[in-house]
């Protein structure tokens, strides 16, 4: 079974920066959304960012400006670049790829493990 490999959470000043990383354990034969969610103990996990599977990156509109995502289709692998880190930030942030992952599989819906962003000074 595919899974995802996260990377880049971590502690971070406010006004700092972070990148994550997510990258499959396999290839992926078509990918139809590949983005990050996050959460908060007590809340819904919501979505961050993803890109669609023309290539299209969305941001929500509470974050333009300061996250963005992008791809790299070579290594199937996924980014998130926080800038001007906030306290509100601070979540588990969790990698998403809905795909389909072999020729005859059904489109699966996969999750990371998360990897915890704090940002404090």
């Known amino acids: 079974q595919v899974q995802l490999v996260e990377s880049g959470g971590g502690l971070a000043q406010p006004g700092g920066s972070l990148r994550l990383s997510c990258i499959p354990s396999q290839n992926i034969l078509k990918m139809f959304r590949f983005g990050w969610y996050r959460q908060t103990p007590g809340k819904q996990r919501e979505v961050v960012a993803e890109i669609d599977e023309g290539g299209t990156p969305h941001v929500v509109e509470s974050l333009k400006g300061r996250f963005s995502i992008s791809i790299d289709n070579a290594k199937n692998a996924v980014y998130l670049e926080m800038n001007t880190l906030k306290p509100e930030d601070t979540a588990i942030y969790y990698c998403?790829?809905?795909?389909?992952?072999?020729?005859?599989?059904?489109?699966?819906?996969?999750w990371g493990p998360g990897t915890q962003v704090t940002v404090s000074s």
């Open positions: 998403y790829l809905l795909a389909r992952t072999a020729v005859g599989a059904t489109v699966s819906h996969l």
